[in-house]
């Protein structure tokens, strides 16, 4: 399996808080992925990065920002979060990106009452 | 826009039956990946197998294998000898930034 960890695992918050989701790996992989999960959508893709430092939107970018100081973390934040923001997020890595499969972590599981 | 349509929400066949699940896309690329993902209750995102559309020949996994008709935008995902582990959601993905269909539910009977 890839080293991909996501913390914290679990999470309940109140509208309007600040939520920080941790991805971490130690595959060394260049591409990093944060997706979400919603019945009856699948999963779409909220941020990508490329690297350390670049990043880029994807599908259902709006209310979510990303950071990535160091290769092996890949931080998406929802400033205020919103109960529209509530569903399972998974973060993936890539080894080549683009073309190239998705290894997914275990996901993360958040509410926003 | 890149789509992926999965037209089965669910299915049901019995263990060591062979079952198929269907996948179309749309896409004007003409150089990319397929994928089938399988998400089991443990909600692991697993990747049962990929596909490269620049080669003719379909896939293989074991049990898993594929049927990629690249004209017809169709990749369906074949099981043989299907087994209770087998139960799950799988997904079908395709493209750069591997846009996912909606899914399909499957549950292997005993």
């Known amino acids: 399996d890839a080293g991909i960890t996501q913390s914290p695992r679990h999470k309940v918050t109140e509208t309007g808080t600040p939520v920080t989701l941790r991805c971490h790996q130690t595959?060394?992989?260049?591409?990093m992925y944060w997706y979400r999960q919603d019945p009856g959508h699948g999963l779409r893709l909220i941020h990508y990065?490329?690297?350390?430092?670049?990043?880029d939107k994807g599908e259902v970018s709006d209310g979510y920002s990303v950071s990535r100081s160091k290769t092996e973390d890949f931080l998406l934040t929802l400033e205020s979060a919103t109960s529209s923001q509530t569903s399972v997020y998974f973060c993936?890595?890539?080894?080549?990106?683009?073309?190239?499969?998705?290894?997914f972590g275990p996901g993360t599981r958040l509410t926003v009452l | 826009a890149q789509t992926v349509t999965q037209s089965q929400p669910e299915m049901s066949v019995q263990e060591a039956e062979t079952v198929t699940l269907s996948c179309t896309y749309d896409?004007?690329?003409?150089?990319?990946?397929l994928f089938w993902y399988k998400q089991p209750p443990s909600r692991q995102m697993i990747l049962v197998i990929r596909?490269?559309?620049?080669?003719?020949q379909n896939a293989t996994e074991n049990r898993f294998s594929v049927n990629f008709q690249k004209a017809a935008k169709s990749f369906s995902l074949k099981i043989s000898d299907s087994q209770l582990g087998d139960t799950a959601m799988y997904f079908c993905?395709?493209?750069?930034?591997?846009?996912f269909g909606k899914g399909t539910r499957l549950h292997i009977l005993p």
């Open positions: 596909q490269e559309a620049y080669k003719q």
């Open positions: 993936a890595i890539s080894g080549q990106g683009g073309l190239y499969a998705r290894y």
């Open positions: 595959e060394n992989h260049r591409y």
């Open positions: 990065s490329y690297g350390v430092k670049d990043t």
């Open positions: 896409t004007s690329e003409n150089n990319y990946y």
């Open positions: 993905a395709f493209g750069d930034k591997i846009i």
